[in-house]
């Protein structure tokens, strides 16, 4: 959470309307074995998923053709995604006009919720470090980037999620 700017603009950059507060955002990259693998830079919380994945320049040249990634619904990547031959997964959703999911479907979404819950496990402990649990103070700003991404990739030196005979390996990159 960013200490509420005084400037107009600044405020409208970075005002979450879905956390309800000033924040930065940032996109995360893990591997299939669930190891922090690309932070991005720094965003606004006004910022969309959209924008910030398609301008994060790196983590696009690093993916490769027949490359899959595991995305939240809200991710609306799919088609720029596609034309570099990468596959998004995404859970499917009901939508208006029709009851309820398939069989298939319901089937399908499980298992990538499955591999979700992992991720929100590894963001959950980026969480757990102190220095991002307070007011960034706007004079700390030119340094968020740095504190969250070294808390990234400190977690991967702790304990893993999972253990190694419970992964299944697959050539899913995860955001």
């Not at 299939?32 to 994060?56: C, E």
């Not at 998004?88 to 919720?113: H, M, N, V, W, Y």
Request: charge should be positive; charged fraction near 20%; glycine fraction near 6%.
């Amino acid at each position: 959470m960013l200490q509420k700017p005084s400037d107009l603009q600044d405020r409208k950059e970075t005002f979450s309307f879905y956390k309800h507060h000033d924040t930065v955002k940032f996109l995360l990259g893990m591997s299939p074995q669930l190891f922090v693998n690309y932070v991005s830079q720094a965003w606004g919380g006004r910022a969309s998923d959209k924008h910030i994945t398609m301008h994060s320049e790196s983590f696009l040249s690093g993916l490769t053709l027949g490359n899959q990634v595991i995305a939240d619904r809200g991710f609306t990547v799919n088609d720029e995604l596609r034309q570099l031959g990468v596959r998004t997964i995404i859970p499917a959703f009901k939508g208006r006009g029709r009851p309820q999911l398939t069989k298939t479907e319901c089937a399908k979404s499980e298992d990538i919720a499955k591999a979700r819950i992992h991720i929100e496990r590894i963001i959950q402990r980026i969480r757990t470090f102190h220095i991002l649990g307070s007011v960034v103070r706007l004079n700390m700003t030119d340094v968020i980037e740095q504190l969250f991404t070294v808390c990234a990739y400190l977690t991967n030196f702790q304990t893993p999620i999972i253990q190694n005979n419970e992964l299944k390996t697959s050539q899913c990159n995860y955001i």
